[in-house]
């Protein structure tokens, strides 16, 4: 069960028009990170937050839960940014081990500072995206930008089929387990890769018969489907457009003005 | 009148890739325009095979097979218009749905046929209503419960307008609120005089409901006849694993008890025998 | 205690706290938003080729037999469903497989460059692994460097006559850990250190991510053997299949 994706499909945003989500995702994405401006990334932060959480209704407990998901890479990358190891002492902070200091500037400190609040502004626009769309949208959104219509036949496909193995991987892996085949690390493994062949044996028969019924309803080297797609509010339109005007006129002023 | 025969196979052998024996060996089957025929037989007895011989998904190995009167054309063409008056619904939905959109799933069937979009968008609404998808149309396809993917799998082939509608064991799996939409559904499409071939393994709806009964195993036809026929003669049953219909041994104990006397033939359904009481 | 180390310990003892807030992480997907503009272009632009190049050839083997198209996709499902499964008993960063390896052995690196790129999208909407702007570079580490590597170790090992188990566990380990590393270069390329410049910064950010790469790799190399024996023991005709989509790459 992938709970972005059950999300989506109640959130108070699914029927907003899908082109419109994804430019303001895209343009307010990019803005955060050319600019790296840390009063930028408040004002996304926020505006996603409610959009997500107020209008959207996905739960707040929920949605904070989802923000940490990079918190693990962001600290490491953090960490790598922040130590140097150089025979002379920088400004921040300067600490002796035999004849090397571990140190770092001030710069490098504040450049770091503004990565992980740029870093976590941009995954909540990600998460705008992902948690008031659907992938059935994003796909048809992508196809009128041009995407490649192979690509985009097997994002449709595999999009469906991930759902139909992850029902059988499930149930293998339930069975497995009250035979107790996830007890110890040996053993653990050795059911997940029992369980990884089973699957993919399952898979490749289902793919033949799958294939036999969209050949029996005529399928003919392209995948002919409806799209769906509801008209873009011009208030909505509007909305965006002066958001991200508004936005980048807050970043020029703060930087006339001397403040990150 | 005599009523023309829609589909014929005549000898057709088959054998998959790889397998050693043949799936179909020698099978001759006519089917009328506007019968319900049941086809009966153990699992791997062939009906699977027979039907993808049917929109010709797969190709005899030797024999032909007839529609309309007419040798099934392989050229694409020719396939695809076949696949439009032919039309297959899948035992498992998880095999034949391809989408996570219910109406996009829907709409494939009927644009891969050639009608234009916003034609084809006006056939899918009207298929959605008739099966009675509407409150869950908007739900991705994994959220389904198996009898609403049974109804998304039908409205698949209902939008195609086809002639000749085949369903391979479409109750085994549901529940008996979904068990008698389909069987009323099926009813329903009969009655428009759509011909319809269901694999089934219930003897007693099969005998209730099928004007013929095609009993198959190990890649042949053992019999193909009327319920009558077919029922009363418990030797080919027994070879199919299949019993005598219940309603019929309720009938010969009532005859037995002398509650009844004993008719020319014997009653196919329930309701039937109730009338006869 | 100096003041200033008073305050660098509070600093680390912060750290440490918020790391163990930090939920699990597994596969070194860059995060949403972490690189420049100009290197997310870029990574796409180095990408393009090697997926066009994907793309050509599975278009060729289409036309040869559009039958493939569904294993196709159901392979691409198949890799993103292994990666997204957590494997019980196994603790921390390493608790997950990347499965582009065993894409790799399986059906070839032209063919996993293409589904890797559906694969790291899904991830990136549907997981929150990786992100959009970094999609070019993590396709890059993640479809194309390391299922190069693990194929041709592979094929390497193969020709050298390695036992089964030694090359495919080679293969795929040493894919992952190449990935990591290419990882590591992409980030110090994009944030050269003060002290050193880009090598200096890609030493650090390979140090960083060691503890969790390292065992992965390993266990990533262990399952694709597992998986790999398995599937040669009871699926020989579902990977003569698949062998079709390897020839010719």
Known sequence: MILIDKMCYRSGLRYMNAEVKFAYTVVTLLICIVSRSLIAAGIVLLANGILTVKRGGIPFALYVKYMLIPLAFLLMSTLALIVNISREPLDAYAILIGSWYLTSSKVSLWFALRQIGSGFASVSCLYFLALNTTMTDILGTLKKIHCPQLLLELMLLIYRFIFVLMDTASAIMTAQRVRLGYEKLRTSLHSFGEMAAALFIRAWKRSNALYDALESRGYDGELRVLEESRAADRKEIAAVIVFEISLIFVIWLAKRIGIE | MMSEIIIEARNVFFTYDGDEKASLQGVNIAIKKGNKVAFMGANGSGKSTFFLCLNGVHKPDAGSIFYRGKPVDYSKAGLKKLRGRVGIVFQDPDNQLFSASVTQEISFGILNMGVPENEAKVEVERVIERMEITPFKDRPTYALSGGQKKQVSIADILVMHPEVIILDEPTGALDPKHTKLVNDWIDRLSSEGITILQATHDIDYACAWADEIVLMKDGKVLKQGTPQEICADKEILALTNLEEPTVYRIYRKLCEKGILKPEGTMPESLQKLIDML | MSKKEKSVLRAVVAFAVLFAFAPVANAMHIMEGYLPVSFCIA????????????????????????????????????????????????????????????????????????????????????????????????????????????FGIYKLCEKCKVNKKLSVFLAACLGDLFTYCVTSLQLSLAYPSEVGGVAASAVKFLGVFAPTQLPLAVIEGILTVIIVIALETYAQPELKAVGFLKEAK
Not at chain 3, 50 to 69: C, D
Not at chain 3, 93 to 106: K, P, R
């Open chain 3, 43 to 150: 990574w796409g632009v180095v990408c393009l080729p090697f997926l066009a190049a994907g793309m050509i050839s599975m278009k060729k083997k289409l036309k040869e037999n559009q039958r493939i198209i569904t294993l196709i996709a159901m392979s691409g499902a198949f890799v993103f469903v292994i990666s997204s499964l957590k494997i019980p008993s196994v603790t921390g960063s390493c608790s997950h497989m990347t499965g582009t390896g065993l894409g790799a052995i399986l059906l070839g690196p032209a063919s996993v460059s293409v589904l890797g790129l559906i694969v790291l999208l899904f991830q990136a909407i549907l997981l929150a692994h990786g992100g959009l702007t970094t999609l070019g570079a993590n396709t890059f580490s993640m479809a194309v460097a390391g299922p190069f590597v693990t």
